[in-house]
């Protein structure tokens, strides 16, 4: 069992989310759709959700590295994941059938939403219809592959410890072998299907595969920050200005978490009063959208909007921490623990 590590990761997770978050207030909430601020936006999006799967990556491995059986581990992701997920899946069902009475629509989104299949029926009766987007929450297609993650990594340390010696051989294959998936399936598949499917997880493997890297060689290289940084930063501004490149981003951005991470310096416990990282992701896209139906985006201009927008993600991220996901963890729980710190 590796030990636990004074880290940031609480911090970069909040940043991540809050990546995503300015990207979706603007994509949402912009008087003209499609312009240079939204498009610089996107590519941030795309950096967060990608430190979102490595940071995911190396605490899931430390998570199931520390359980003492996988029912054990099996309950803390649960523990973690669902009970906040499904509170943002039944108040807006809750809301659209209160409006709408159309039972059947409400029915559609909660049976697929609940069990994170939000592609098939990502809209609510009653509910932004006349919004730029329809869905409820375009942010949840990212736990789909969480969840799936979660169910693939007892095997995939199961088989990389039966390597020993060629541990770090085995991470190459899972890296190479999530590259080759995202790269060649939208050539094999068809138009819509073939694109998205490269986004799901086995396309979105390395980065998972380079968090698992980052848990496995932590006690070895926490010192070496400074080379972190330097090559993870170089590379990573590489891959952005040469397509080629490309495949080497979970790699680059890797090296960027883990030299954030632990450079020397204050802890930053941003999760001393809540940690809220989680419940901002899950929460913002909703409100936005609540917040743009009601006309907000045009009367308070897009300053306005993000100022209003920021302030009720924040209220409601605290809220579902200390109502829905705080009361669901054991109290051993890291989690519980860091919001604990004085």
Same mark, same amino acid.
């Given at each position: 069992m590796m030990p636990q590590l004074a880290n940031r990761f609480d911090f970069i997770r909040l940043m991540l989310a809050a990546g995503v978050? *300015?990207?979706?207030? *603007?994509?949402?909430? $912009?008087?003209?759709?499609?312009?240079? $601020?939204?498009?610089?936006?996107?590519?941030? $999006?795309? *950096?967060?959700i990608q430190g979102f799967f490595i940071v995911s990556g190396l605490l899931v491995a430390g998570s199931l590295d520390r359980a003492s059986s996988l029912a054990d581990y099996a309950g803390k992701r649960i523990r973690r994941l669902y009970p906040a997920y499904a509170a943002v899946i039944l108040l807006p069902a809750l809301i659209s059938l209160l409006l709408t009475r159309e039972a059947g629509g409400v029915a559609s989104y909660l049976g697929a939403n609940l069990v994170f299949l939000n592609f098939l029926s990502p809209a609510l009766p009653g509910l932004f219809e006349d919004n730029r987007y329809s869905a409820v929450n375009g942010a949840l297609w990212t736990l789909k592959i969480e969840v799936m993650f979660y169910l693939v990594l007892p095997l995939i340390l199961l088989v990389l410890n039966r390597l020993k010696a060629l541990w770090w051989v085995g991470i190459a294959a899972l890296y190479v072998a999530g590259e080759i998936w995202a790269y060649v399936l939208p050539q094999l598949g068809a138009e819509m299907y073939g694109a998205e499917l490269s986004r799901q997880l086995p396309g979105q493997m390395a980065y998972f595969a380079m968090g698992i890297a980052l848990w496995k060689a932590s006690p070895g290289i926490q010192r070496r920050w400074r080379a972190l940084a330097f090559c993870g930063t170089a590379l990573l501004g590489a891959t952005f200005l040469h397509p080629a490149l490309e495949p080497l981003r979970a790699f680059a951005l890797a090296g960027v978490i883990g030299a954030v991470a632990w450079a020397p310096g204050p802890k930053l416990n941003v999760a001393r009063f809540g940690d809220i990282s989680y419940g901002l992701y899950i929460t913002h896209f909703p409100i936005l959208q609540a917040l743009a139906a009601a006309g907000l985006a045009t009367s308070l201009g897009l300053a306005g909007f993000l100022a209003l927008a920021t302030v009720a993600t924040l209220a409601a991220s605290f809220a579902l921490w200390h109502l829905v996901e705080k009361p669901a963890l054991r109290p051993s729980s890291h989690y519980r623990r860091v919001a604990a710190e004085t």
């Amino acid at each position: 069992m590796m030990p636990q590590l004074a880290n940031r990761f609480d911090f970069i997770r909040l940043m991540l989310a809050a990546g995503v978050f *300015v990207y979706h207030s *603007v994509a949402i909430g $912009a008087a003209r759709p499609g312009g240079p $601020a939204e498009l610089a936006l996107a590519g941030l $999006a795309d *950096v967060s959700i990608q430190g979102f799967f490595i940071v995911s990556g190396l605490l899931v491995a430390g998570s199931l590295d520390r359980a003492s059986s996988l029912a054990d581990y099996a309950g803390k992701r649960i523990r973690r994941l669902y009970p906040a997920y499904a509170a943002v899946i039944l108040l807006p069902a809750l809301i659209s059938l209160l409006l709408t009475r159309e039972a059947g629509g409400v029915a559609s989104y909660l049976g697929a939403n609940l069990v994170f299949l939000n592609f098939l029926s990502p809209a609510l009766p009653g509910l932004f219809e006349d919004n730029r987007y329809s869905a409820v929450n375009g942010a949840l297609w990212t736990l789909k592959i969480e969840v799936m993650f979660y169910l693939v990594l007892p095997l995939i340390l199961l088989v990389l410890n039966r390597l020993k010696a060629l541990w770090w051989v085995g991470i190459a294959a899972l890296y190479v072998a999530g590259e080759i998936w995202a790269y060649v399936l939208p050539q094999l598949g068809a138009e819509m299907y073939g694109a998205e499917l490269s986004r799901q997880l086995p396309g979105q493997m390395a980065y998972f595969a380079m968090g698992i890297a980052l848990w496995k060689a932590s006690p070895g290289i926490q010192r070496r920050w400074r080379a972190l940084a330097f090559c993870g930063t170089a590379l990573l501004g590489a891959t952005f200005l040469h397509p080629a490149l490309e495949p080497l981003r979970a790699f680059a951005l890797a090296g960027v978490i883990g030299a954030v991470a632990w450079a020397p310096g204050p802890k930053l416990n941003v999760a001393r009063f809540g940690d809220i990282s989680y419940g901002l992701y899950i929460t913002h896209f909703p409100i936005l959208q609540a917040l743009a139906a009601a006309g907000l985006a045009t009367s308070l201009g897009l300053a306005g909007f993000l100022a209003l927008a920021t302030v009720a993600t924040l209220a409601a991220s605290f809220a579902l921490w200390h109502l829905v996901e705080k009361p669901a963890l054991r109290p051993s729980s890291h989690y519980r623990r860091v919001a604990a710190e004085t």
